[in-house]
């Protein structure tokens, strides 16, 4: 048995990016959307695979100026019911 899903929300973040030029980081308000499968679902367990975007309504700043980043993440879980 095996379920999609599809959600979204807003949140608080702070993120910080290195890189050899130079570190820059930024924090505030974000919404972020996700989207995945529940897959081999029983009344206890399910296993899970998501893909998230996230969202940030503001640039990094460092030294070499600002930067708009939006962060990616895939995720693989079991979730106990």
């Known amino acids: 048995e095996w379920s999609p899903f599809v959600g979204g929300g807003a949140g608080l973040s702070y993120y910080k ?3 050899p030029h130079g570190s820059s980081d930024g924090s505030g308000g974000e919404a972020f ?4 499968i529940e897959m081999m679902r029983t009344s206890h367990v399910g296993f899970v695979i ?5 969202l940030p309504f503001y640039e ?3 030294r070499g100026g600002s930067t708009y980043t939006a962060p990616v993440s895939l995720g693989v879980a079991l979730a106990f019911h």
């Open 17 to 19: 990016r290195s890189a």
């Open 33 to 36: 959307v996700t989207a995945g």
């Open 50 to 54: 998501a893909l998230r975007a996230d």
């Open 60 to 62: 990094l700043e460092g």
